[in-house]
């Protein structure tokens, strides 16, 4: 067994938690050790990871392969096809989740914060404007004439708001938005894995707290969720396209235009995009051959059974996905090209190239392209100035990451959560053997390192939402297949 990659990665893993105890500590100081709080358990966390990566980069082979062994095994156990879980207390749990969430939103709704400088006002305005103008159908009018020039908020939620465009009514739209997404979600996650599965799920985003303030606001992240629910439901129904025969046209065209509704909603859509495209990609390489040939010395002639798809049949699915995804964007498409010379134009893209938070309109003007933003940048910037704000706000992510996984009324003390329920997590993508594996740790990749570089700017639980939903899905199923592993061990 070839164990330099491990150790390579143990490596990493040392470095990184070493960065982000030393980031810890410098926040902190003395009061880690003085009062115990989340930032003492974090790096409390953080010690333990620099030290079980130092171990991992000395560890003897004969250790490694021991250890890759009792993980084969264990993958093995929990990768087994097992039917649906059905209970009376999965059915208890999905009722339960929607009759908890709607008690949630009734308390926290009026604790919101005003809409005074913040997105929510930004969203307001834009709403009343479009009102002014003469509503929704003048909006998608002066879409395709390029009358419209907003380029930060994105115009679907815009139009719905204009119907109504008050600070109480928005709020009740993004917590109708929030119920409905909950609702779609969690029956299809029932429908795949099983009632326990969904019950558990809808009752963790229930009582999540990044959920429940994120669709509490007049902000478009509530229904942003509701498009993410559905392109999620359609991949996890998705047949591995090296082993069917059947050619998923109807699920394909599916994605793209629930995809664009997404981007007509929120510019973070491209993101998911772009995962998509690189997912439908990835099954033209063959992966097991390079794992085993990092990892076991394999030769090149090694056959491992694996198959790949055709790239006739990668560019046929691609075509359907961008086609669909364009149709249902247009109006947006139009107005970018026409207006600002890019079919994926937005103003939040300037910042990519800040240190710190700008007007977005203002640096429209000051930078002229986002070319010579780019520019600007790399002149005025160093290469280990770089990675190093890409590494602290990768450490930063992480923090974030876990902590959008626990629940009200918590506030920071949600990490501890999060801590919990990332072994469970874990647990689940090794449960799930099917392509939303993949496509799930792809979308992971490109939001935390396109996020983790846009911390200088601006932070939160908001940028992650998209994630949020799968990941407390196999948090779920992490669960359920490890009292089912239990048990079955139990019997034995």
Known sequence: MNTIVPRLISGVIAGVTGLALMEIV???????VQQFSPASLLAACGVMGMLMGIVGCLMPRRYWEKLFAKGGRIHSALAIPRPMLNHWTGSLLLSGSLIVYFIVLMNILPQQPPPDNNDQAAFLMQAKAVEEAGGAGTLLRQLISGEYTEANQHP???????????YETGKRLSAMCGLCALLIFTMGITRYYGNLVGGITGILLSINAAYCQLTAR?????LLLIFVAGVWLIVLRMPDLRKSSHFPFLLLTGIGLLLGLAWLTKGTALLLMLGLVLWLCSYAVNWQYWIRSI?????ADEETGQTTVPL?????SLALVLASFAVIAAPLLIRNVRVYGSPTFNANSYLLFEDEFSEPHALIKQRGSLRNAAQHYWQTHTVPEMIKREIKGLV?????FLRSLGPLPFGEGRLFFGLLAAPFLIVGLMSESGPARRLYLIWMLLFWLAFAWYLPVAAGERFLIPLLLPSLAF???GLVRTVQLLMVRQSA
């Open 475 to 477: 948090v779920s199923l």
């Open 218 to 222: 007049v902000v478009c992240e509530g």
């Open 295 to 299: 990892f076991q010395h394999s030769s």
């Open 156 to 166: 679907l939620y815009v139009g719905l708001l204009s119907y109504f465009p008050s």
């Open 396 to 400: 930063w992510q992480a923090f974030i």
């Open 312 to 316: 006739k049949r990668v560019g046929i």
């Open 26 to 32: 410098r926040l902190k100081g003395a009061a880690l």
